[in-house]
């Protein structure tokens, strides 16, 4: 279960909120999506009201029509600013807590999709809750950067390099476009740190169960 107090977590968030940084109003990211947060995207203005928007100025909470007025205003605001620069647009402030509760919704939603997606490889293959701490660590970084489905579909080498415990080679397929080099550096090192790690190994009456689980399912 997942505990934002653990120690593993606490560094996954403070990785986070160091590569994505936080801002508590509205801003149009780089591809012109309404975002706030730790990097939330806003698709819709239903979306954006359900968020426990404060009145900056009245210190009361936000309500609906100062929701769907603030989202309208900003959307319609040009991109290729800094986050900073829709500050004085917007009224309107998401309190840091939370902040921190979508950013732990978001950090559970992308552990169940990797261990869904990690599940479906091959019998023997290890599986997400096996995984050595720094190479989950990498991965969450990954999926909340990318999404899940762009993860899998655009990195099947490292997937691969991953499934089989390869970590020098998950180490040189990790690189994305359009983030900073120390973020991809310290994924990188992510990778690298699972070589102290022992392999796991599933056993060979484990493995005749696991095909069997599937040949069944």
């Not at 647009?89 to 950013?103: D, G, H, N, R, V």
């Not at 990797?114 to 019998?123: C, D, G, R, T, W």
Request: glycine residues 4%; contains cysteine.
């Amino acid at each position: 279960m997942f505990d934002h107090t653990d120690k593993f977590y606490q560094q996954v968030i403070r990785h986070l909120l160091q590569f994505e940084g936080e801002v508590f109003h509205l801003y149009l990211d780089v591809n012109g999506n309404p975002t706030i947060g730790v990097g939330f995207h806003m698709q819709t203005i239903e979306q954006f009201c359900q968020l426990p928007m404060q009145d900056r100025r009245a210190k009361r909470a936000a309500t609906l029509q100062q929701k769907h007025d603030e989202y309208r205003r900003i959307k319609s605001k040009p991109t290729g600013y800094k986050a900073s620069w829709y500050a004085q647009y917007t009224e309107l402030t998401l309190p840091p807590s939370a902040s921190k509760q979508l950013l732990i919704k978001h950090i559970q939603g992308f552990e169940s999709a990797l261990a869904h997606f990690l599940e479906q490889q091959a019998v023997g293959c290890i599986p997400y809750h096996k995984l050595p701490t720094p190479a989950k660590h990498a991965l969450l970084d990954m999926a909340y950067n990318l999404g899940t489905n762009k993860l899998f579909l655009a990195f099947p080498k490292l997937i691969n390099a991953i499934s089989t415990q390869d970590w020098k080679q998950a180490s040189q397929e990790c690189s994305r476009l359009h983030i900073s080099p120390a973020r991809n550096e310290a994924t990188k090192r992510l990778f690298l740190n699972c070589r102290k790690y022992n392999r796991y190994q599933l056993g060979w009456f484990s493995t005749l169960l696991e095909k069997f689980k599937r040949w069944l399912f």
